[in-house]
């Protein structure tokens, strides 16, 4: 069962970290300042693409809320990383991206 009450206390301790209002981080994540102020106080989740944009502006991980990945591999931990920035990114870099990914298929498809 998800503990929404933890959740937000972690994501209140690394925003304050980061010396970062409600207000700057709700902006930078693109929520409302009264949506954050309801996750910090376990009244609401966030849904996953806002939550992993806030883990790469707070630089936190999954193991920060206690949920240990066992038997990680490189190739997971790229892929993470990808997907962490497809999943952040606006309209402009997704379309870089999907051109890129093609290319790159189209490439390793002639070897």
Request: with cysteine; glycine share 2%; charged share 30%.
């Amino acid at each position: 069962m998800i503990n929404a009450l933890s959740i937000g206390k972690i994501i209140k301790q690394f925003r304050c970290q980061n010396n970062l209002t409600q207000e700057e981080l709700a902006e930078k994540v693109d929520i409302s300042k009264n949506y954050l102020s309801k996750v910090e106080r376990g009244l609401s989740l966030l849904n996953m693409e806002t939550f992993l944009k806030m883990a790469q502006i707070l630089s936190f991980s999954l193991e920060d809320f206690g949920i240990k990945i066992q038997n990680e591999t490189k190739n997971d931990i790229v892929k993470q990383e990808i997907i962490t920035k497809i999943l952040s990114s606006n309209q402009e870099k997704l379309e870089i991206y999907s051109k890129l990914i093609n290319l790159a298929d189209e490439v390793l498809i002639k070897k």
